[in-house]
């Protein structure tokens, strides 16, 4: 029969006046004569016949039998029903249907259709709640009954899962418990200073076995942590479980009660300080710019007086200088991140003059000549005819790109300043900021001050990770820098020159700055910005001032450091100029005259490092150069120097390795293994000839090396914060050996020495207690890498002067390996963050998952927005196929991304214990709210699920002026509330709607 009943060649079937005494059955025919079909003619039917109708054609099958068993379920609920009658049928609602059409139209969906009992067996599917892998677990079909729909086994690819909820425990489970509870207890009084009893205690309070009030269960074991403490001070898990406990149960304002108490106790702990500071400036209703300052001027105050009375005596060994530099980044970050930028300079200012008398920083005072262009720029903005909104957040941020300097300190009173027409806000006086600024106590820790006001102007100077560790131990509060800029610290210090420019390197840079356009905040050095030569500029000066306060002598390393980070600033703006497509040979010229300015002075004449430094600034910009071999003519100067003794010197050794990178760079094999074999004999380039054996040269190297190992026994456990930045020479010796092993055709293998000198001299146990063996294992392990991303050179090539280098396949298998077990240590290494990112044919969620375990805060998290977005980078016109298909990949990275935003948060459920983790050091750090609102501005996404992302940044985040001024981007009908949220936490605005208006009617 015909599928469709209509389609019938039977009058009878599309009758249109079908009645209960005669069934569809009758309708029933072979479908042959469809073409006279007369089911579209119109007909006078009333509403009751519709309902009829309806009713029986809704209730035709496609066989008799069936038919029959309808008819007679009906004539069963006629019996049941004797007195219904006709007239208590329900009435069809008329149809709706134009006079014009040919045909009814049917506007409301059968129903019936909605509710089966059941389908046939050939047209049920099979659904399979689980599908196991071969690594999961046998699962019984009665517990996989039990197991919740959301904690599916999909997660364990990513991480490691939490115990699923089990059920309550037994009568005889439980009385085990609470006899384990009165053992601990016992063992608490018997052994206060073992630890694990402590934590057993607690843990066993948490079951509340006795289940009795959660406050009350809470107030216990907070009397029993404070307990703990006083046999355990300073212990960071007692601290931790403690401020957990009181946060989830208490408001905030008796929380900070507690705290202070505390405090009264033990003054000098950075944990309890940053606590009670968090409790103010990340609570949405108590954070304000004041209330917060209030608290950093205390507790700074409290580690200026030191050890005053006899409770603090206690604490005569705690180091006080420490924790108030650790207080001091604070403070400053969060005046940067509240805007209010005039502050902030000024408060370094008076810092850097307290701690170096007689040092004059008036390189952080504002000009006015510096600020002509903003008016022009102001003006092209008020008269382009743009939404106010677009107007408003336009030039708050030029006005924040040139405003950021204070005025210098002339105006006698606010008065003065009014009719002078300046703004009081950037008038700082020393009394404003002076609760914040105090003197160290040690001169020793002068370098590390200097090295944070440095980092708290965005210059990128950390990229290894035990760095980081040293000046940003803790971030798990406070999350790190919202800085996007940190990143660029593999651009301004390269790792090597030897392994060549790949197509994913070029990616991962374009994919940097692309992300680096999105989230740099003004005042940035990004030349993309209007004012990036201003802010430049004061970085510069700044540097050139921290090597005027280590002039005097004794400290020739300190000012040589400073130098350093002074020549890598100007080589990173070259760097950014490049890959932005900005650079030309005037600003390349411009930057050789700066830095031979600084090199033409009498303490700098002779350093050969400084002029390393400037050959791999003209490299950089060898593109636009004229003179492509200017680089290898100052190596050339340094080579030919006279010297001072036999052996190189390590800054000689540094640049005899720089250049033969950059020869192998080029394919200039024979004098490359020249200075190699130079440097590996310890021998000067210029009296030494050249020799093509290189098993000599292998062999005086490992002897050195062996050398080196045995200095390591008399190095100090603690690790001079200026060597970090000084070359050395285990690790020259290293990279040297490395590039002579590749380049030697005997040696296909990679070396095994790297394997040795990570398991015993520079093994995990020996760097745990050293942190000198700790940063040189971090070193080794950069080394390995490298040797593992060299080419292959050819035996033709090995003589070529210049040439084109080809990777033949020279990565070992075990690179990914390597990474991996790089991450886990020193998690925040960019050099493997970026070659992880870059590995495109390992699986996304084993990338994924490695991303969500390094325990590196927000920069493991940007690493991972860098390797989606490379992952499925376009190639453009290389292929029609891809370029077509820009749309999907574009979809794909955004997808991704907001998965990635979302894994962390508490709404999602089955959230794992290393997620719930990575979202304590996240949710204080606006870039990862600020990406995840980027991904939801898109017209694929609702306004009401972004402003939900926004609320709960701004309950996270509330004192950030950059979320506020995305939000404001994504959300513009909210953007009078959020500038009234700036004005009531008094976060520092440079434009005003009311004045905007006036100005832009009055053109």
Not at 138 to 147: I, L, M, N, Q, S
Not at 792 to 804: H, T, V
Request: hydrophobic residues 35%; aromatic residues 8%.
């Amino acid at each position: 029969m015909s599928l469709f009943p209509a389609y019938g060649n039977s009058p009878a079937a599309v009758s249109a006046k079908e009645t209960p005494e005669k069934p569809a059955k009758e309708t029933a025919t072979t479908g042959e004569d469809w073409r006279n079909n007369r089911s579209y003619d119109k007909k006078d039917i009333d509403d009751g016949d519709i309902a009829t109708r309806g009713a029986k054609s809704d209730s035709s099958t496609s066989s008799d039998s069936s038919e029959e068993e309808e008819e007679e379920k009906d004539k069963d609920q006629e019996q049941k029903k004797p007195g219904a009658k006709k007239k208590d049928q329900p009435q069809g609602k008329p149809l709706e249907f134009d006079a014009k059409d040919e045909f009814y139209v049917d506007k409301k969906g059968n129903m019936s259709f909605r509710s089966l009992s059941k389908l046939t067996k050939p047209t049920r599917p099979r659904y399979k709640s689980r599908m196991r892998r071969l690594r999961d677990p046998e699962v019984k079909p009665t517990e996989r009954a039990g197991r919740s729909k959301l904690s599916s086994s999909k997660s364990s690819r990513y991480t490691a899962r939490k115990p699923l909820p089990t059920e309550a425990p037994t009568a005889e489970e439980k009385s085990q418990l609470q006899e384990q509870l009165m053992q601990t207890r016992v063992l608490v009084q018997r052994e206060p200073k073992v630890l694990d009893h402590w934590l057993q205690l607690h843990r066993l309070l948490d079951l509340n076995l006795d289940r009795a009030n959660r406050l009350a269960v809470a107030e216990q074991e907070l009397h029993h942590l404070e307990t703990a403490l006083e046999h355990h001070p300073s212990n960071e898990q007692i601290l931790r479980l403690y401020t957990d406990v009181a946060n989830a149960t208490y408001p905030a304002s008796e929380v900070a009660a507690r705290f202070e108490k505390m405090l009264e106790k033990n003054p000098f702990e950075y944990t309890l300080w940053t606590s009670l500071i968090m409790v103010t400036q990340g609570n949405m209703a108590r954070c304000s710019v004041p209330a917060v300052l209030r608290i950093y001027a205390f507790s700074m105050r409290r580690m200026q007086v030191g050890h005053t009375d006899e409770q603090s005596r206690k604490f005569a060994t705690v180091d006080t200088d420490r924790i108030m530099l650790k207080l001091f980044h604070n403070c400053v970050l969060f005046l940067r991140q509240s805007g209010n930028m005039n502050k902030m300079f000024a408060l370094l200012r008076l810092e850097m003059e307290l701690n170096f008398p007689g040092l004059t920083v008036d390189c952080f005072e504002a000009c006015t000549a510096n600020e002509e262009s903003l008016i022009e720029y102001e003006e092209m903005v008020l008269r382009s005819g743009m939404p106010m909104p677009e107007i408003w957040t336009r030039v708050e941020r030029l006005r924040q790109a040139y405003c950021y300097l204070p005025y210098p300190p002339l105006a006698a009173s606010a008065q003065d300043e009014v009719e002078r027409g300046l703004d009081s806000q950037r008038c700082i006086y020393s009394d404003d900021v002076v609760p914040y600024a105090h003197a160290l106590k040690s001169p020793n820790n002068r370098l590390h001050l200097l090295l944070l006001v440095v980092q708290l102007t965005k210059m990128p100077l950390v990229r290894s990770s035990c760095l980081a560790e040293k000046l940003n131990p803790c971030i798990d509060e406070f999350g790190e820098s919202e800085a996007i800029e940190m990143l660029f610290a593999g651009l301004a210090d390269r790792p090597t020159y030897a392994v060549p420019p790949s197509v994913q390197q070029a990616e991962f840079e374009a994919a940097l700055i692309n992300l680096a356009k999105e989230l740099s905040v003004t005042p940035s050095f990004m030349p993309h910005f209007m004012g990036h030569e201003l802010y430049g500029r004061t970085i510069s000066d700044l540097l050139l001032k921290c090597i005027e306060a280590f002039a005097a002598e004794g400290e020739e390393l300190k000012r040589h450091v400073f130098l350093l980070l002074w020549l890598r600033f100007q080589r990173l703006l070259v760097v950014l100029h490049k890959l932005m497509g900005k650079l030309t040979k005037e600003y390349l010229s411009e930057t050789r005259r700066r830095i031979r300015n600084q090199m033409i002075k009498p303490e700098n004449r002779c350093v050969p490092r400084f002029f390393t430094e400037l050959a791999m600034c003209v490299f950089e910009g060898q593109e636009v150069d004229d003179n492509r071999n200017r680089a290898f003519d100052i190596f050339e100067k340094i080579i030919q120097q006279d010297f001072d003794s036999d052996k190189p010197s390590r800054d000689e050794m540094y640049a005899y390795l720089v250049c033969s990178e950059m020869l192998i760079r080029r394919g200039r094999w024979s004098e490359a293994i020249h200075l190699l074999r130079c440097t590996s004999m310890g021998r000067h380039a210029a009296s030494m000839p050249q020799t093509p054996c290189l098993e000599l040269s292998l062999r005086t190297g490992l002897e050195l090396l062996a050398v080196e190992v045995q200095q390591l026994d008399s190095l100090p456990a603690e690790m001079p914060l200026e060597e970090y930045f000084l070359p050395n020479r285990l690790i020259m010796l290293l990279r040297v050996r490395c590039l002579l092993w590749r380049l030697d055709a005997r040696n296909a293998q990679p070396d095994s020495l790297f394997d040795k000198l990570l398991t015993y001299p520079l093994g995990p146990k020996e760097a745990k207690a050293s942190e000198w063996r700790r940063f040189l294992r971090e070193q080794v392990m950069e080394v390995q890498i490298m040797q593992m991303q060299l080419p292959i050179p050819r035996e033709e090539d090995r003589g070529a002067e210049e040439g084109n280098v080809k990777d033949k396949g020279g990565k070992s298998k075990r690179l990914d390996e390597l990474v991996e077990l790089g991450l886990e240590e020193f998690p925040r290494n960019l050099l493997m963050l970026q070659t992880f990112s870059g590995f495109k044919t390992m699986l996304w969620h084993k990338q994924r998952a490695r991303f969500i375990r390094t325990e590196a805060g927000i920069v493991s998290l940007l690493h991972w927005v860098l390797a989606a977005n490379t992952r499925f980078a376009n190639t453009g016109g290389h292929d029609e196929l891809l370029a077509s298909m820009a749309g999907c990949l574009h979809m794909a990275v955004r997808n991704r991304l907001i998965n990635m935003f979302q894994t962390f948060l508490p709404t999602k459920a089955g959230r794992s214990e290393i997620e719930e983790e990575q979202y304590r050091i996240l949710r204080r750090n606006s870039i990862y709210w600020r990406l995840y609102l980027k991904c939801l501005t898109d017209t694929r996404t609702s306004f009401e699920r972004t402003k939900e992302a926004l609320l709960m940044a701004i309950d996270e985040c509330p004192w950030d002026k950059a979320l506020l001024m995305d939000g404001a981007t994504a959300l513009p009908k909210e953007q009078s509330f959020l500038q009234d949220l700036m004005t009531e936490k008094e976060m520092r605005v440079y434009a005003l709607a009311e004045e905007l208006d006036m100005l832009r009617s009055g053109h």
